[in-house]
């Protein structure tokens, strides 16, 4: 037997590089984004001086979006600035500046066709001489009735699954202006709908209200159910046809569950104790008790009982994945070639949960060909047997191959695929035919085999005669 290239345990050079994430300025397409306007404070003096600080919070599929363009604008006052980059939290502010004219100032915010939110300030009128206020003035005396509702608030713009021990609901509250965009004077009945949600038993209540107020609000609460997604909703004036537009409030999962939790690697076999250095990446799939994924940040941590994992641990995105870590074949190495990847991570109740996978590091090839030596009648045949595994008797990894060529005859294949496993697809058969016809003359024939793996190229041969 001829070995013609032997593998050996060495170092195997990894490098890693991270590519910076291009932030928005502007919306993706596939993206669910949320905007939420708040006013500090919401009444302020009509002096033309006094200002409010107006906050604006963009979150995407339920991260913050930071380096996102936001366009401010109002009615009654003005706002400065009109355009505003949102930070590192998805926070952007402006500072509306009241006037002497409007009983208030409506803020709106918007980020493309995307996300719109508005914010109600009163400006409460003061009198000319000694700066005393004099109380809200009413609105003008040719109000029309109603003519727009427009969204005033929404108290969290991510709220959980019932049962999932966070923030189950969120207020929704509207504003009802007439047609000169002041609040209308008189009580006006407004119906609640949710124009589409994931179907999980997700609520209104109540499902109409009453304007209260010299600000015309009116409020309603979004109560989740039992399936993660998004759910919009909007408020119509009764019996008409003026609707909002439509508030976006994510409903995101419960805590993990271990029914739930799957640990993964994406080879079955690396050639760990062949070579250090070997990466198979690690993935965790988390998912409450639902079958819903898990709220974006959810950490999970890892570890092996041989080998080392980098970094570590990860957090969930919104599908409820975790990638970004790597099992690293480096000491110690494990002596019969299994090991375990454990992902960890907490339950609802506070307490651990895990699952765990199986890896197997397998070693230098180990090629062998039987018989060495043959010789076939005319018309007959002679059955070869491989061994192609490490010297543990385990597999090579997935997608090595067996080529097999011969100088004379026909063999009944010319190779075969390794599958990535963690046991057998060790031992292969094949046959070689003596296609001489009555009168040739005995003929000189070479198999060669030959494996071509990570864990090493290996070939050996076999020679005969054909009769």
Known sequence: MKLVAIAAV??????????????????????????????????????????????????????????????????????TPGVATTDSTGTATTVLMSDESSSGGLVSCAFGASAQDQAWVVFTPVTPD?????????????TTGPASVLIYSVSDTVIYVAGSGHDETSMLTFTVLDSVGYPVNVPVDVDFDILGGPGGGEYLFPTSGTTQDSAALVSTYLNSGTISGPVRVVASVT???????????????????????????????????CFYGKIDAITAFVFDQ?????????????????????????NTDPNGTVCGNDLISSNPLPPTGYLEVIGETVDGGGSIIADSTTVLFSGCTVLTLNPLSFSVPLSGSQTFTIFAGDALGHPVVGGSTIEIS?????????????????SGYTNYQFVLYNTHEPGDEPEFCTVM????????????AASGILQ
């Open 10 to 79: 060495g170092l195997l050079s990894v490098q890693c590089s991270q590519e910076e994430e291009a932030t928005p300025s502007s919306p993706s397409s596939g993206t669910q984004y949320v905007l939420a306007l708040a006013a500090d404070p919401d009444t302020i003096d009509g002096d033309g001086t006094s200002t409010s600080t107006i906050s604006a919070v963009l979150t995407g599929d339920g991260s913050p979006i930071e380096d996102a363009l936001l366009d401010f604008a109002t009615i009654g006052g003005s706002v």
């Open 130 to 142: 000694s700066g005393d206020t004099i109380g809200p003035l009413p609105p003008p005396s040719d």
């Open 239 to 273: 019996g008409t046809t003026i609707q909002s537009n439509a508030i976006e409030v994510a409903i995101h999962g419960g805590p993990p569950v271990k029914e739930h939790l799957t640990v993964t690697t994406e080879r079955l076999n690396i050639a760990g104790l």
């Open 290 to 314: 639902y079958a819903n994924p898990v709220p974006p940040g959810t950490v999970v941590w890892f570890t092996s009982t041989y080998g080392n994992i980098y970094p570590g641990s990860g």
């Open 406 to 422: 011969v100088s004379a005859g026909q063999v009944s294949v010319t190779g075969f695929e390794i599958p990535d496993a963690l």
């Open 449 to 460: 085999v030959t494996v071509t793996s990570e864990n090493g190229n290996v070939a050996v």
